[in-house]
């Protein structure tokens, strides 16, 4: 696997929710290319429980939607935004797990819309939750001009 650049870093007003670094109240995810996929290794904390020692399903849908933008934004390098999400809550997940791992790829392109699928696994690598997301991306120009996006590199 190869660490997947995050292309905003050091951009005044950054303050993503999902993957900005520096976002105290945020879940500050990395991403990693394996082939086909974009995974990442995320450490669930106390504070983003729902009931006792259970992650809140908001932030299951928070990490899974964050992981579909960064699919696209590595495979197609485009950004975008999503238009539609479906999650399937199948296990709970939960606060004091040593790790979870999301794991994402593409599954349809049709011009400016992407399928994604994504998944999330508990440490013991059992399958707890799962999104299908419809993602509308962005021409080039707007990914540049409005998004401050160039491209999506991962480190040698």
């Known amino acids: 696997m190869k660490k997947i650049i995050n292309p905003w870093t050091g951009i005044e007003g950054y303050n993503c929710f999902g993957c900005a ?3 105290e109240a945020g ?29 809140h399903g908001g932030i299951q849908a928070v990490l899974l939607d964050e992981i579909c933008a960064w699919v696209t934004l590595r495979k197609l390098q485009a950004t975008g935004v999503t238009s539609r999400m479906e999650t399937r809550y199948m296990k709970p997940v939960m606060t004091t797990e040593d790790h979870v791992t999301l794991r994402a790829h593409i599954v349809e392109v049709r011009r400016n819309i992407v399928i994604v699928e994504a998944c999330l696994y508990n440490s013991g690598d059992e399958l707890c939750t799962k999104a299908l997301c419809t993602y509308f991306t962005f021409s080039r120009e707007k990914s540049k001009n409005e998004m401050h996006f160039s491209s999506c590199d991962i480190e040698e």
Do not use: A, H, S
């Open 27 to 55: 879940v500050k995810m990395e991403f990693y290319e394996d082939g086909g996929e974009v995974v990442c290794i995320w450490k669930p904390r106390p504070e983003y429980q729902g009931w006792i020692d259970t992650l």
């Open 21 to 23: 670094p520096t976002n």
